[in-house]
């Protein structure tokens, strides 16, 4: 298979990573299993989308917050724009301690500590990276968990204006900006996200006290408000 | 500072809310004036929502003697060493620059609710239609006996921020090799019923590492307190035979302080200490009581916008208020703050008003990456503000779980103080 990196920044990503890069990075594999961790807010793969982060094809060699479309924070933006490109090293930074690299960034991902299990997540990803016109295809895309949702609810259009009355009570806690120090960002998530992970807190699908109380008590239409404004909130 | 004449009769304002539109909005003129007294928890945040979302269509002022805040809360924090005293204080600077708030520094020392006004120590006064007072807590005198405020130096109670916190951290690092610390803890209610346990905690923690054969004294009126059992399995874990609390089926509530000694007397027994914390009694922020709206220690408030039962133009905020099942902390002054300020720019411009929705959490460290939370959700009743539902964190649970819910309140912190003051 040809392996032509097309963007010069990535060869000059190669270039500079040198020895890192004439090896295997990782088990590509076992990547595939941990990238279990991240699968939540990023797709991978033919037809992957953006969610709650943006999709990670072609990341390698990428400058980061290059993606159009996707509503980066502003410190990712201004990281993309001061240089910052994607290489081994710089993935394996971010991973490793989101905020050490990009110091506001809006990636609420406690990190990962141990390097094997970074080598081998990045060994998966650049498989997605080598060549963005010819991403494998074989490759399931990797999804966000499905659910099981009423589709009614997820057709609810939420009023905005409710929303921001009702985001007043999540804004004790949650920083507007996306900024996320001990407690996970919540704003520009795709509205599905959004509402899917509060009525995962409601059902007590997923854990944590606090935010099972706090959605325990919205309603359908509260949650779509609250999902419509914070989308939106810049 | 201006002092508007009040142009904004009571028809017109009448007509303008019914009208469901700021109809009388002619530049600065004739615009609702809303007056907030205190900018703290409460009040900082009543202030920035209002005229955040009002859009400047309601002329806002915001009377705080202090030109920084220091928050109360992680003043613990501070004591155990953990948060420097900088990362406390805040400043009024953006409710100025960004959302046009009127910030006078300077103390309210009356309200003249007939003709609607508030009157400054520096002099003048300002006119309302509505007022939100937002004082915070005093102390009753005579609570504690042999202690008054002149001994606040000798025997700190650390209980409104800044300073006071500096001076007790620094005589608790000055205690001699094994000596005694003393707490008078405080009789229900008073402000952030987990307060003076975390600060036991945060004491110990500190005492550990500079003095570790120190002495822990708690003399407590009480026979229970806010998250007691975590609070005794932490101490347990972390600060064995140090911690010596006596609850008032021991004497603890039977006590009395000599100053000028430094001695504490629990139930007549005499003991010399190096160091005191006394936290005394409270009541609401002295400006409640002279603007006529408490009745007893705290000032009774409707649960649906937080207007006193006094005066419908005079809403209570925070500390000060006696509102129903809410614990008095900060996070839920700030609660409260959001609903009235809802409640209050409806009723000057006429914009929606949302049902109120309440909610507190409060977060304790008991050591470091050891942090407990508990926390619940209220609304509004006829007769109260009514607890919906809670939770509380239980013990034995693992060394993650309490990291975590630490690194979470300190999520919280940042939250918070960004709610209040950016
Ligand atoms: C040790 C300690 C730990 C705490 N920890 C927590 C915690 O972890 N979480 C939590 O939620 N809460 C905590 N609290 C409680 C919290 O600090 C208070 O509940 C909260 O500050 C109450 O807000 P407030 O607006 O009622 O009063 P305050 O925040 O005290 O604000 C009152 C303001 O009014 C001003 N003022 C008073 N009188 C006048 C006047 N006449 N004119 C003008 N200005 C005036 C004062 O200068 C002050 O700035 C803690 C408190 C203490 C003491």
Redesign the pocket.
């Known amino acids: 298979m040809a392996r032509l990196p097309i963007l010069p920044a990535a060869l000059a990503a190669i270039c500079v990573a040198g020895a890192a890069w004439a090896e295997e990075i990782g088990d590509a594999e076992k990547g595939a299993d941990l990238f279990s961790t991240c699968i939540g807010c990023h797709e991978v793969g033919a037809g992957a989308r953006d969610r709650i982060g943006p999709h990670l094809n072609g990341i390698f060699g990428r400058r980061a917050a290059a993606h159009d479309g996707y509503p980066y924070s502003r410190s990712m933006q201004r990281a993309g724009d001061d240089g910052l490109t994607w290489t081994f090293e710089t993935l394996d930074a971010y991973i490793e301690n989101p905020r050490a690299l990009v110091s506001k960034t809006r990636m609420s991902f406690r990190g990962l500590k141990d390097p094997r299990d970074r080598a081998d997540i990045l060994a998966y990803l650049r498989d997605f990276s080598d060549n963005p016109s010819d991403v494998p295809e074989a490759e399931p895309t990797a999804r966000a968990t499905d659910h099981d949702l009423d589709p009614a609810i997820l057709a609810i259009q939420g009023d905005p204006e409710y929303g921001e009355y009702l985001s007043s009570e999540c804004l004790t806690c949650h920083l507007p900006d996306g900024g996320a120090e001990g407690i996970p960002s919540i704003t520009r998530w795709p509205v599905e996200d959004f509402v899917v992970a509060m009525h995962a807190y409601k059902r007590k699908l997923r854990p944590h006290p606090v935010m099972q109380m706090m959605a325990g008590r919205l309603n359908d239409e509260e949650i779509a408000a609250l999902a419509a404004y914070f989308r939106d909130l810049d | 500072m201006t002092l508007n004449r009040r142009l904004f009769m009571g028809a017109g304002a009448a007509a303008a809310a019914t009208l469901k539109a700021p109809v009388l909005l002619a530049e600065g003129h004739g615009k609702p004036n809303v007056v907030v007294?205190?900018?703290?928890?409460?009040?900082?945040?009543a202030a920035r929502y209002l005229a955040k979302d009002s859009d400047g269509a309601i002329n806002v002022t915001l009377?705080?003697?202090?030109r920084t805040?220091f928050?109360?809360?992680?003043?613990?924090l501070y004591?155990g060493g953990f948060k420097e005293i900088d990362d406390l204080g805040h400043n009024y600077g953006t409710l100025a620059a960004k959302y046009g708030i009127n910030v006078v520094h300077?103390?309210?020392?009356d309200v003249d609710r007939e003709a609607k006004t508030v009157s400054?120590?520096g002099g003048g006064s300002l006119p309302y239609d509505k007022l939100i007072?937002?004082?915070?807590?005093?102390f009753i005198g005579g609570s504690v006996e042999g202690w008054d405020l002149s001994a606040q130096n000798a025997m700190p109670h650390?209980?409104?921020?800044g300073s006071q916190?500096e001076l007790l951290r620094a005589q608790i690092l000055n205690m001699p090799e094994g000596g005694t610390f003393a707490m008078v803890a405080p009789p229900n209610p008073f402000?952030?019923p987990?307060?003076?346990y975390?600060?036991i905690s945060m004491v110990a923690h500190a005492l550990k590492a500079s003095n570790p054969t120190a002495k822990i004294i708690v003399a407590d009126p009480k026979e229970k307190f806010s998250k007691m059992a975590l609070f005794q399995e932490g101490w347990a874990n972390h600060y064995e035979g140090m911690i010596d609390w006596i609850g008032s089926d021991f004497g603890g509530g039977n006590v009395s302080v000599d100053p000028a000694a430094m001695t504490v007397s629990i139930d007549g027994e005499v003991t010399q200490v190096d160091a005191c914390n006394v936290?005394p009694a409270m009541k609401a922020?002295?400006?409640a009581e002279?603007a006529g709206v408490t009745d007893g220690n705290w000032a009774p408030v409707n649960a649906a916008d937080m207007s006193t039962k006094a005066d419908p133009d005079v809403y209570v905020?925070?500390?000060?208020?006696q509102q129903g099942d809410m614990?008095?902390?900060?996070?839920?002054?700030?609660s409260q703050?959001k609903v009235c300020a809802n409640a209050v720019r409806g009723a000057l411009t006429g914009s929606r008003v949302f049902p109120a929705k309440f909610s507190?959490?409060?977060?304790?460290l008991i050591d470091t990456n050891d942090g407990v939370k508990v926390g619940a959700t209220y609304e509004a009743t006829e007769e109260k503000i009514a607890k919906v539902d809670g939770f509380i964190s239980s013990t034995g649970e693992s060394s993650d779980v309490r990291r975590a819910t630490y690194e979470e309140?300190e999520g919280?912190?940042a939250g918070?103080t960004a709610d209040m003051f950016s």
Do not use: H, Q
Not at chain 2, 40 to 45: E, F
Not at chain 2, 63 to 66: K, Y
Not at chain 2, 360 to 364: L, R
């Open positions: 007294v205190g900018g703290g928890a409460g009040g900082a945040t009377i705080e003697p202090s805040y928050t109360c809360f992680f003043s613990n004591i300077d103390w309210a020392v400054l120590a007072l937002s004082p915070g807590i005093d650390a209980y409104k921020g916190a402000r952030c987990p307060g003076p975390e600060r936290i922020g002295r400006i002279m905020l925070g500390d000060a208020s614990p008095k902390s900060g996070f839920s002054a700030n703050a507190n959490t409060c977060w304790s309140s919280w912190y918070i």
